[in-house]
């Protein structure tokens, strides 16, 4: 194998294909698919099938993010036309559903919480049909023709506990990030305009601290109940850009009020409901490229937090240089992913004269707006996404390089290889399988071992080019010329910074699982995830004493929820005492000293093994970013989570490899 010779055309965009990392979570570039709304929905507000291959598409062109619009926080008070509510459980179902096809292809999912306030409860916009309902703004209004009412103290409590379930459920229906509406004249941005907001209290009036104040108490209560590892971004409108309007340094202002409580400030411009700016904030043909981008480049000189741009971007050297300037951190599309939503894979590959320019005619918005569908003036797969999702053609032949022969790897050389490509499998240990061959001796994975030989021995009879004790460096990437690579590489187990850490008498799980022999006695396991839980159970079976520490006040399921009820039969067969919201503040050689509730508590264990969660190996992946033309992070080494999120992930990575 020669040195590579293949033109590298994402070096031509290295800040647009840079990954950034939210609140801990990856987005492998910094092109985002920013909120569209999904208005092809019943009178209850349930979406389609339809909607799942539609924000799916995006993420198969190579989006980092795709943003769910329009999900209303408050179906009662909050909803205007044919918003989706997210306070409808029968919704999750379906919400379930359009993240993890998201997913599956590589992108985060974010969910766009929004409150109409004095807007709500008006008409859809259908012809002929009267505005109705009752409707509450932070101060008394008439809009519409109808009297908008104040909100109490009370009232305005109840939407900070609406947006923070609204997240809540979010999260537990698999969207990866929120996006907070606070801009084009919603609510949020209702109580932040100097203009709206006249209330004499402390939610409003002229302090922008007061104006501000809904906003960071959302915040903050989502932050309680999603945790400090869900990213939140706040849309908001840096100039309302007309005469009456709030401007550029009010924008300013708020955003410096809110940056220390979210993790990536998105600035649009205009005003919804203000009919001469609406072509601002959807800028249209008689718009140059990137119009409203000077705002969020304003606005990122007042602010450390990352800042997003939006409006009329599909250029990919327009958006390498917007980021590389220091402009803006992410470049955000909405009608250009609906155009082309192959935009970001075509940049990279370097076919930037095949990208489906947006014409700015608004198609798209007046379908929407009156048969509730985007349909695209110069795509005819737009809207009709579903149809197009089951035609597979056959693909470009490529040289597909994958590292690492986990759970994800071996899947995606087998579907690439069925696929028709030229596959080279590199796994840096002797063995196929993975981080999860450490469980061969639990007695109740048997069926995990049996999959695992399935797909090793399927491979050893495939014509994929295998190699092991093969570590995959950026060198050695360069020297296979391929087209493709694939990063599997999966994640280390974390390290806890605790005081006796490094102790002869202490073990990562991994190890424990491999040399279970090696456990004294009595074993005391830090961490009550599924990987601490189950080890438990293997090594009380084995007749060993087991205790487990865990800082929250529950079992982690990571989502397996009705694996947890057997597993708790199990623990308590077993006899494991699991202590909850117990911190371990210092490992000896007989334990764990902790302390929990104010009090001091000691565990005791001869043998120490911390099972904390996994260290997802990005950077080695990243390091094999620019190695070929095409490169896809997959599984663990993006974020640890389940078999079926390596495996989905892996197969419809493949499968779409070659389309382009």
Known sequence: MGECTKELSVSKYPHLFQPITLAGTYFKNRIFASPTGYMDSNRFGEVPAEAIAYYERKAKGGAASVCIGDLTVDSKLGRIAKDVPIDDPFNFVMFNRI????????????????????????????????????????????????????????????????????????????????????????????????????RKDKWGGPSVENRSRLIIEICKAIRKVCGPKFPIEIRITGDEVYDGGYTIEDGIAFAKQIEDYCDLIHVSAGNHEVEEVFCVTTPNMFMPDGVNVKYAAEIKKHVKTPVATVGSLDDPELMEEIIASGKADVVEMARGLICDPDIPLKARLGKEKEIRKCMRCLSCFSSIMSVGQFYCAINPQAGRELEARYEIEPAHKKKVLIAGGGIAGMEAALTCEKRGHEVILCEKSERLGGALRCEEKVPFKWRLSEYLDGQERAIKNSSIELHLNTEVTPEYAKSVNADVIIAALGARPVKPPIPGIDGENVMCAEEAYVEPEKTKDSVVILGAGLVGVELGVFLAGMGKKVSIVEMSDHINDGGQTHHLKGLKVEVKKRGIRIHFSTKAEEITKDGIRCSSDGKELFVEGETVIYAVGQRPLREEGTALAYCAPEFYPIGDCITPKTIMNATSQAYYTARNIGRV
């Open 99 to 198: 993240t993890n096809a998201v997913r599956m292809q590589g992108a985060n999912c974010s969910a766009e919480l929004c409150h109409a306030g004095l807007y709500a409860a008006r008409s859809s916009g259908i012809k002929g049909e009267a505005s109705r309902g009752l409707a509450y703004g932070p101060v008394e209004d008439v809009v519409d023709g109808r009297i908008i009412l104040p909100m109490t103290e009370e009232m305005i409590w109840d939407v900070v506990a609406k947006f923070a379930k609204a997240a809540e459920s979010a999260k537990n229906v698999g969207f990866t990030m929120v996006t907070l509406h606070a801009g084009h004249g919603w609510l949020l941005s209702q109580f932040m305009s100097p203009v709206v907001n006249t």
